[in-house]
């Protein structure tokens, strides 16, 4: 089912089998994805990364993120687009910035609970029934659940990652810093630099992050340039020094050593890798 409006917004709800999973390579510009699998046993590569979904877990993605199938037996797709609802405009309501979409470089996988997923699974049947709607109030309803299903998973999201434990002013700072270094990682690698940006001194940074458990701001910054870096390997024809030049390195050697110090292998065995499929669920970047 896809709604599809005047100003070329657009809102999609798919029951994916092994039949269509073809329709999961469909990508446009700005699109917004979220998938929630309803068997065990699903395996799809997102970046380089194999990675193993079972009954209930959701993921969420971005135009940005590269997805190659490889087993799906049974997933719910949600699509939108940015005219359909902008993510960031309506952040301060929804507060996905840097935690569901946009600023991270994990992918945010979800392991809602019993009844998180009662909650979720009468919401979803709510929107398959609006989509069968066609008067003029259509668009709106599907926005508000939408929205909806939004704040449910980012709740889910919160709680599974303990985001309560800190207060919103400091998780709005580091989802600031997130979303910022999404923005700049090509061209911006210390934190002191994001840190004037935020207008905070860097070792206020370094305490917010220190404090919510997260990595250290310097670990998220270059973990974002490896991200782009396994992308461009893994999905381009791009030699290595180009690749290196497009994250900010001017020095071919440079990137080399920053690749193989957080990957264990040099970007060629990982280019040679990945094109073959092997490369596994982990990264030195993990550590």
Same mark, same amino acid.
């Given at each position: 089912?896809?709604?599809?409006?005047?100003?070329?917004?657009?809102? $999609?709800?798919?029951?994916?089998?092994?039949?269509?999973?073809?329709? +999961?390579?469909?990508?446009? %510009?700005?699109? /917004? =994805? #979220?998938?929630?699998?309803?068997?065990?046993?699903?395996?799809?590569?997102?970046?380089?990364?194999?990675?193993?979904?079972?009954?209930?877990?959701?993921?969420?993605?971005?135009?940005?993120?590269?997805?190659?199938?490889?087993?799906?037996?049974?997933?719910?797709?949600?699509?939108?687009?940015?005219?359909?609802?902008?993510?960031?405009?309506?952040?301060?309501?929804?507060?996905?910035?840097?935690?569901?979409?946009?600023?991270?470089?994990?992918?945010?996988?979800?392991?809602?609970?019993?009844?998180?997923?009662?909650?979720?699974?009468?919401?979803?049947?709510?929107?398959?029934? $609006?989509?069968?709607?066609?008067?003029?109030?259509?668009?709106?309803? +599907?926005?508000?659940?939408? %929205?909806?299903? /939004? =704040? #449910?998973?980012?709740?889910?999201?919160?709680?599974?990652?303990?985001?309560?434990?800190?207060?919103?002013?400091?998780?709005?700072?580091?989802?600031?810093?997130?979303?910022?270094?999404?923005?700049?990682?090509?061209?911006?690698?210390?934190?002191?630099?994001?840190?004037?940006?935020?207008?905070?001194?860097?070792?206020?940074?370094?305490?917010?992050?220190?404090?919510?458990?997260?990595?250290?701001?310097?670990?998220?910054?270059?973990?974002?340039?490896?991200?782009?870096?396994?992308?461009?390997?893994?999905?381009?024809?791009?030699?290595?020094?180009?690749?290196?030049?497009?994250?900010?390195?001017?020095?071919?050697?440079?990137?080399?050593?920053?690749?193989?110090?957080?990957?264990?292998?040099?970007?060629?065995?990982?280019?040679?890798?990945?094109?073959?499929?092997?490369?596994?669920?982990?990264?030195?970047?993990?550590?």
């Amino acid at each position: 089912m896809k709604y599809i409006g005047r100003t070329n917004e657009f809102f $999609e709800v798919v029951d994916i089998t092994s039949d269509n999973c073809s329709a +999961l390579k469909d990508t446009q %510009k700005g699109q /917004l =994805i #979220l998938l929630w699998f309803n068997t065990d046993n699903n395996k799809i590569t997102i970046d380089a990364v194999e990675h193993q979904f079972n009954t209930n877990q959701i993921v969420c993605l971005t135009e940005f993120h590269k997805v190659e199938i490889k087993k799906v037996y049974g997933v719910k797709l949600l699509r939108f687009n940015k005219p359909f609802y902008c993510i960031l405009d309506h952040d301060s309501e929804v507060g996905c910035k840097g935690i569901l979409y946009y600023g991270s470089s994990n992918v945010p996988i979800l392991s809602p609970s019993e009844k998180e997923t009662e909650i979720l699974d009468a919401v979803w049947k709510m929107l398959i029934l $609006e989509m069968e709607s066609k008067d003029t109030l259509q668009l709106e309803m +599907l926005q508000m659940m939408l %929205k909806r299903i /939004l =704040i #449910l998973c980012t709740r889910i999201y919160k709680n599974q990652e303990n985001y309560q434990a800190n207060d919103n002013n400091k998780i709005e700072i580091i989802r600031d810093f997130n979303y910022l270094v999404e923005q700049h990682f090509r061209e911006k690698h210390t934190v002191a630099e994001y840190a004037k940006l935020l207008n905070k001194s860097p070792k206020t940074i370094s305490n917010l992050f220190k404090k919510a458990g997260n990595k250290t701001p310097l670990q998220f910054i270059q973990k974002r340039r490896m991200l782009e870096a396994r992308r461009l390997l893994r999905y381009t024809d791009k030699g290595v020094s180009e690749i290196g030049y497009e994250i900010g390195f001017n020095d071919v050697q440079a990137f080399s050593r920053f690749f193989k110090k957080y990957e264990g292998i040099s970007s060629s065995e990982f280019r040679n890798l990945a094109t073959a499929g092997n490369i596994a669920n982990s990264s030195g970047m993990n550590a």
